[in-house]
């Protein structure tokens, strides 16, 4: 029979770390604090596998459920000796959400159920405190109203007359009598909007709750989160039902959020924010400022607000005992819950902190050094794709800047933008390619769609826990939190600072790392790549197998794919070159030639400009393999395209712009384009290759005179079709190459290989590596050519692909072992059965995607080729392919 609760308190659970999948995050924590002796209130996780049950049978629950559900509510009752709706001495639980990965805010909560008419009253009698009682109530019912009953939060109106109308201006000064009334005028508007009254029964409430949490996993906003980070909608739920416990019961109560490293650098502190006398979600929900918990902290941030430190030193010590042992425990950084209730301390949660990639780059390092990892661990633990956030430009220091001011560094990084003050606005703004800057006085989830398209995210109030210093640093976006000297003025859209008002639309830079908010945008420099990122990625690199270099054709993009650690170049698209200003022209005379003499002198213009792009490629590159590409796109794509460029041709060439009209329409290719260029345009007018290949081999010989040591270039043909046409080429480029080592005296080594980006040519790739030294899989092609599409078909495709959910992931972005990935692992074994030792590479855009890059590793390629920004990303998913291998192995 299927079990489906799992208890915990009391120093014992039934479940364990390892069960998340079954008890989600929360549940799993919760069982492992119990199992390790932690102060934990008792209470049962119903598993997501009921919440599987619930969505596969018409929102229904297993026939034990109830049953089991009253036993173990039977056992918090014995074990915290109070009952469930008794009015004498009652028992209150909260209803808590949690999947398998966190969601922050996503689904719904409720708090203090249990509660009624007569329940009240006894708390009021046993906690000896009245108005807690009834605060305690009023949430109850604010919060069941709106999360189980559905109805619109109008009880924020009702508090806020209600306090008008008695003359004060703080919650905190309303008394019993004042929480009193206005639970009866909840209870009214409940009644008004539900046409029946606040349900009275504790178990109607326990059940409503329950199915709420589980409907909640699939409202449109935790969809949408579960979709930017790709979490499969059937992982489901868990419920978690707990006793309460009361922050919010005086001045020795409180409630707080911990990490147990510094989560936004990663530095060994404890991190975090408590309030006095509140309740659950009021730290992170961000309406009062929290306070620090250290001493440290508070002065960090230079807040007036006394330290936890300072108030319940007791406490603090209690928390420092528990923070060792969790990450004992568990290995790495926690972020933790928890409530104090009459000085008492009770943990409400732990699991893996999120952290910047800074954070994450800097404990895992020092875990390692710590000794409570391997290295390999710690290159498993950061994510690839997170390194981008540290390879983009940061301010620059000596920048003059007019800052507005300075709140708290939720999350690193510097982004300029325009500001926006909705997440719609934001949405919309970035769509059209602005970049935007989302300014709100807090961030709730609803916000989460405009907080992915903004640039930057800049809250008024809320602490270093906010939902949006979380979230941001989730999404790698930076933030700055809590900026309390700003007012945003929504009727008429401005940001008013102390000395300024900035309207929207307006540019201001705000910097993730330090907290200011300036003016204008604010110029950037390059990052620093040493430190942590620096040692962790020489860990990686020895791990990994395969090489990475990068696709590059400027001086600048090689330089930069240097600096990321590239190991030499995979793709050089040599197209690129001849549309700078000083060469098109060249290009388009040789286009607009009656005949082959005329296209060589043309040429003859080009040869030299393009022996020293090569040259300077080879010098940054110093040893490193270059793969340059022969001409690849059809030649009506040099032709001019506005008026004043056909008139400047007419000019250059002395034809007409009738004639060259008529050049271009003779020369267009339809989409997809694969007819008369690359390779067959190379086979047609052989003068344009043998120029190519002439500079490749003059390029090599000038650096390998300059340097004393030999250059080895790879010459590669695009668009191969057929054995047939690298065949013809093969013969031209080897004669260039010849006369020009003759001429020279000097013996240039070099490879001829072919990319691989036609179905035809991964078919007959064993005949094709008879000839070819190498291949190199050119994947955005042949995703295009094995799905049959047309370039311009490409990203409708992907679009309606996403819709539909018939592929876990974008074929253009993801490589695996289906559809194009079995095309690759076909090309490569039947190539390597024809040449064993054939060079195999990749530079397609899959070359710089993790999951990609995994599936090159297990079919045998040597290396992968991709943006030089996504080289460091490469590395580590090189080594992590390793990793993951070698658990494969082990486990098979
Ligand atoms: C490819 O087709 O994958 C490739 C790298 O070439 P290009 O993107 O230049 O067509
Ligand atoms: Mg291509």
Known sequence: MTKWI?????????????????????????????????????????????????????????????????????????SFGARFGDPENPLLVSVRSGARVSMPGMMDTVLNLGLNDRVVEGLALRSRDERFAYDSYRRFIQMYGQVVLGIENHFEELIENHKLDSGVSLDTELSADDWRTLVAGFKDLVAEELGRPFPEDPQEQLWGAIGAVFGSWMNPRA?????????????????????????????????????????????????????????????????????????????ASRSALPAMEDVMPEVLTELYQIRRMLEDHYRDMQDIEFTVQRGKLWMLQ???????????????????????????????RIEPASLDQLLHPTLDPKAKTAVLTRGLPASPGAASGKVVFSAEDAESRASRGEAVILVRVETSPDDIHGMNAARGILTIRGGMTSHAAVVARGMGRPCVAGA???????ANRTLTARNAVVEAGEIITIDGSTGEVMLGAVPTIQPELSGDFATLMDWADAIRRMRVRANAETVVDARMARRFGAEGIGLSRTEHMFFQADRIGAMRRVIMAEDETGRRAGLAELLPIQREDFAEIFRIMNGFPVTIRLLDPPLHEFLPKTEEEFAELERLTGKDVTAIRHRAVALHEVNPMLGHRGCRLGITYPEIY???????????????????????????????ATRKEFDILKEIIDRVGRKVMEEAGVTIPYLLGTMIELPRAALRAGEIAEAAEFFSFGTNDLTQTVFGLSRDDAASFSGVYQRLGIFEHDPFVTLDAEGVGEMVSLAVERGRAARPGLKLGICGEHGGDPTSIRFCQAIGLDYVSCSPYRVPIARLAAAQAVLAGETRDATA
Request: hydrophobic share 40%; glycine share 10%; with cysteine.
């Open 6 to 78: 799992y208890r915990f308190g009391d120093g014992t659970a039934e479940g364990r770390t390892d069960m998340r999948n079954l008890l989600g995050g929360k549940g799993a924590g919760l069982a492992e604090m119990s199992n390790l002796g932690l102060p934990v209130p008792p209470g049962f996780t119903i598993t997501t596998e009921v919440c599987s049950y619930f969505y596969s049978h018409g929102k229904t629950y297993p026939d034990e459920l109830r049953e089991e559900v009253e036993r173990a509510l039977a056992e918090i009752e014995h």
């Open 484 to 490: 309390g000297d700003l007012r945003v003025d929504l």
């Open 690 to 720: 043998e120029m190519q290949a002439a500079a490749i081999f003059e390029a090599a010989i000038v650096v390998t005179k300059e340097t004393g040591e030999a250059v080895e270039p790879e010459i590669m043909v695009p668009l191969i």
């Open 350 to 380: 732990t699991r893996s902190g999120k952290r910047t990639a800074q954070a994450a780059l800097k404990i895992a390092v020092a875990l390692v050094e710590e000794g409570v990892i391997t290295r390999e661990e710690a290159v498993r």
């Open 223 to 299: 969809v949408t989160y579960r979709r930017l980070h790709d979490i499969p909608a059937d992982w489901g739920t868990a419920v978690n039902i707990q006793a309460m416990v009361f922050g919010n019961m005086g001045g020795d109560c409180a409630t707080g959020v911990a990490f147990t490293r510094n989560p936004s650098t990663g530095t060994n502190e404890l991190y975090g924010e408590y309030l006095v006398n509140a309740q659950g979600e009021d730290v992170v929900a961000g309406i009062r400022t929290p306070q620090h918990l250290t001493v440290a902290g508070k002065q």
